[in-house]
């Protein structure tokens, strides 16, 4: 079950990838992160496929704790994610992104403990 957990953390993060390297700036990208215009999502994309590559190390991380079968480069990833999720609902007053990108990583992080 934990391995589930860790790789459900980790296709989210492949998709936030993807979101923001590739569909910042279509009407998908633009609803789902609620930018303001499509101009602020051009002026932006760059910061945000910066974005999208380090959501893509986290789920690359995530996948290579599956492959090696290491709980604690799990657990590190894990606590990354949800720190990330913590900070990112924090910063952008958006509890949304608490409970799609955190929450997930909690459950998967209590999951390798017990």
Do not use: R
Not at 40 to 56: E, I, M, R, S
Not at 58 to 73: N, T, Y
Not at 82 to 90: E, H, K
């Amino acid at each position: 079950m934990t391995v589930i957990l860790i790789a459900i953390v980790a296709l989210l993060h492949f998709y936030f990838l993807v979101l923001e390297m590739f569909l910042w700036t279509t009407p998908k990208g633009i609803k789902i992160f609620g930018l303001k215009s499509k101009q602020f999502a051009d002026d932006t994309k760059v910061l945000a496929a910066n974005q999208g590559l380090y959501n893509g190390f986290l789920a690359a991380g995530l996948v290579f704790s599956i492959i090696k079968k290491d709980i604690q480069i799990a657990a590190f990833f894990l606590i990354c994610v949800t720190i990330a999720g913590i900070y990112g609902a924090y910063s952008t007053k958006q509890i949304k992104l608490f409970y799609v990108q955190a929450v997930p990583a909690i459950i998967a992080l209590i999951s390798c403990f017990i």
